[in-house]
Structures are given as C-alpha cells and as structure tokens.
C-alpha cells in the first residue's frame, strides 16, 4: 500500500534552516508528481511546493519562494523541502502528498516550529 513518511521537523531559531524529507513506499515514485503542504494551529492546510515526476520543474508557494526549495531522489524514493530563514509564520505541521488514480495519499506529518 501507499505509504508517506515525513521527518526532519523540529524546534529551529528563525533564521535557521531545516530539511524535511518524505519517504515515499508502495508505488513507482518516479511516475508520480509529489508536493509540501502545511497547516499552522487554526488555519486551513495550504499548498507550499510542487515538483514533478522528473524533478526538472517545480512551483513554490509564493511567500517561501527563494528561501524554500523542493527536490527529489527517484533512486531513493524520497522528496524533500529545504526551508531556510524560517520565520516564526513558517511554524506548521508539514505534509508531502501525492495523487493517483483519482486517490490523494498523504503523510502522518511533521511539526515544524520556529521561535526563540
């Protein structure tokens, strides 16, 4: 079965920098666009990054672009969302997701917290 596993989250300064990855199991990753979603406390899940199959395009939420970058390793099976000069609004729960079939597969998500 479809299986999505983030981690990399954590406690982080702003102005820091994490790396987020999600392995991905139970499909042919390399066919499948796969995106970053996040949700803060209170507020609707909202669409943070996208890249495709090959890794060769890519579209980034607007208010993370140039300090957010999403890439991915096809040998293995794993996408990943590299946040640097985090702010305390990039505080959130951070959820990578694919579609297929008509079926959207989401990860257990991994909390992201930024403040000092």
């Known amino acids: 079965q479809v299986q999505l596993v983030e981690s990399g989250g954590g406690l982080v300064q702003p102005g820091g920098s994490l790396t987020l990855s999600c392995a991905a199991s139970g499909f042919t990753f390399s066919t499948y666009a796969m995106s970053w979603y996040r949700q803060a406390p209170g507020k609707e899940r909202e669409f943070v990054a996208y890249?495709?199959?090959?890794?060769?395009?890519?579209n980034i939420k607007d208010s993370v672009k140039g300090r957010f970058t999403i890439s991915r390793d096809n040998a293995k099976n794993t996408v990943y969302l590299r946040m640097n000069s985090l702010k305390p609004e990039d505080t959130a729960v951070y959820y990578c997701k694919s579609s297929m079939g008509g079926n959207t597969y989401w990860g257990q998500g991994t909390q992201v917290t930024v403040s000092s």
């Open positions: 890249i495709t199959n090959s890794g060769r395009n890519t």
